[in-house]
Nanobody, 118 residues
Framework: QVQLVESGGGLVQAGGSLRLSCAAS????????MGWFRQAPGKEREFVAT????????SYADSVKGRFTISRDNAKNTVFLQMNSLKPEDTAVYYC???????????WGQGTQVTVSS
């Protein structure tokens, strides 16, 4: 079992930045790929970014490529999502998840709200 707790969400103006963190506890964090997903009101949850267990491989949704950066610190059991040049359409609840790179995600956090005002 892996427990995930997101933090760092908030209200920011368009063009601003936020850095989300996801702290993991439980089973060995470095065994898992990590992903960030988001769900906007009235929409389905969508993939944002993922990072392999070592941090060597990353992948992004086209909508955030070039603006968001995923990273991890296995010594601190934490994964990050640096979000720059934020847009109102980035407004959503952001979730981190642990699982298999480009595969299934088995563990999910409770989410953190990101609101971008225009």
């Amino acid at each position: 079992q892996v427990q995930l707790v997101e933090s760092g969400g908030g209200l920011v103006q368009a063009g601003g930045s936020l850095r989300l963190s996801c702290a993991a506890s439980g089973r060995t964090f470095s065994n898992y790929a990590m992903g960030w997903f988001r769900q906007a009101p009235g929409k389905e949850r969508e993939f944002v970014a993922t990072i392999s267990w070592s941090g060597a491989i990353t992948s992004y949704a086209d909508s955030v490529k070039g603006r968001f950066t995923i990273s991890r610190d296995n010594a601190k059991n934490t994964v990050f999502l640096q979000m720059n040049s934020l847009k109102p359409e980035d407004t959503a609840v952001y979730y981190c998840a642990a699982g298999v790179y480009s595969g299934s995600y088995y563990y999910w956090g409770q989410g953190t709200q990101v609101t971008v005002s225009s």
